[in-house]
């Protein structure tokens, strides 16, 4: 069904993103197995890789690595991420060949967010245990568990510089700061109606944006935490958040349903002003990021329960570029590459990596290249 209802490069110009949308969420609303024809047909015990090739990209399929939803993506490198599941699990995999790294179980419930200590080279999964976990490579019990939260924690950030500090949120209202060294808890504060849903520290280390149930993105200042500033409110929950490298921009997005809401949103942090908006999905927007240096242009891309993966022209707010992946389910999660490689996880299909291609005449396309 994938390969057979979804195309390797949709452009800007193509089938219209009405078309396109409803298709992917009729497709995500079929009853029957929980994984399409051609991702079950790839399982084996061997290598479990199964190829097609058209006249565009050479697409691999792999057996399945989580047996429900994969719920959160860290960038690793090209060609490797972390992944959490439903399924209670944490995976190291590396798709470039098609084998798993690692895989971590320890969690008593479905793990929520992952993120990855680059400077550490360890891997840090929340949950909806209500704890933090930290894993290593070679070994298969947690390092270390963080413990405090009293509701599922919904998101985590690690301190850029050398990531010797970790924030998490929670659906409790609070924000934790957590020493990574001793497992310490520095620093707890909460805020009334704060569900969290998305935490991101700025690489300069001077602020870090918040989002949550409240609609609000709220800036924190990382050695207080305490709340320096709130953005005006949207009308919909806001999902995820990003920041630029210098920390001068922050981009947002929205749940909701039938085209009402479902917008990604840029925001001047200096200015502390609504920049734009970009308009296209039409149900909840999962995931949203400013890419890096793709097609050397300013682009961003968001991920939606339409089952629509989207780019976005920085400037214009015009949609330059989408796929549809048939039978996904809501997508979830997304990190994207300098090498223009974007991972995208889902309810139903695993996870997708698409390469960012860019013709002579500057049309960008998706181009499918592996799936597990």
Known sequence: ??????????????NSPSTLTEMGKLLSKSKGSRRNCA??????TERNMAEETDSTCRLRQYSPIHTEAVTSLAAVHPGAVI????????????YDNGSEIS???????????????????????????RTVKSWQLGQSQPQHTFQGHELVVTALSLQPM?????????????????????????????????????????KNMDAVAQVGEDKELKIWDPRTLEVV??????????????????????????????????????????????????KGHTETVGACMFLPGVADRSLIASVSSDCTVRIWDRETTEC??????????????????????ICVSSFNAGIHVFSIKEDTNG??????????
């Open 83 to 94: 992944t959490g599941s439903k399924d209670q699990s944490v995976v190291w995999y590396d």
């Open 229 to 278: 500033h709130c953005f005006q409110r949207k009308q919909y929950i806001q999902t995820c958040c990003d920041l630029t490298e210098d920390g001068n921009y922050c981009l947002t997005c929205s749940n909701g349903f039938s085209g009402n809401g479902c917008e990604v949103t840029l925001w001047d942090m200096r200015a502390k002003s609504l920049v734009c908006e970009y």
């Open 162 to 202: 050398d990531n010797s500090q970790m924030i998490s949120g929670s659906r409790d209202n609070a924000l934790r700061l957590w020493d990574l060294q001793t497992g310490d808890c520095l620093k707890e504060s909460k805020v009334s109606r704060n569900l969290v849903t998305d935490i991101s520290w700025a």
């Open 363 to 372: 049309q960008l396309s998706l181009e499918r290249r592996f799936q597990f």
């Open 39 to 44: 991702y079950e047909a790839v399982s084996g």
């Open 320 to 341: 330059v570029g989408q796929e549809v992946i048939a039978g996904s389910g809501p997508l979830t999660s997304m990190v994207a590459y300098h090498d223009g490689s």
């Open 103 to 129: 895989r971590w179980n320890g969690h008593d419930k479905e793990v929520t967010k992952v993120a990855y200590a680059h400077h550490l080279n360890k891997v840090f999964s929340a949950s909806r245990d």
């Open 1 to 14: 069904m994938l390969a057979n209802l979804s195309t390797s490069g949709i452009q800007a110009g193509g």
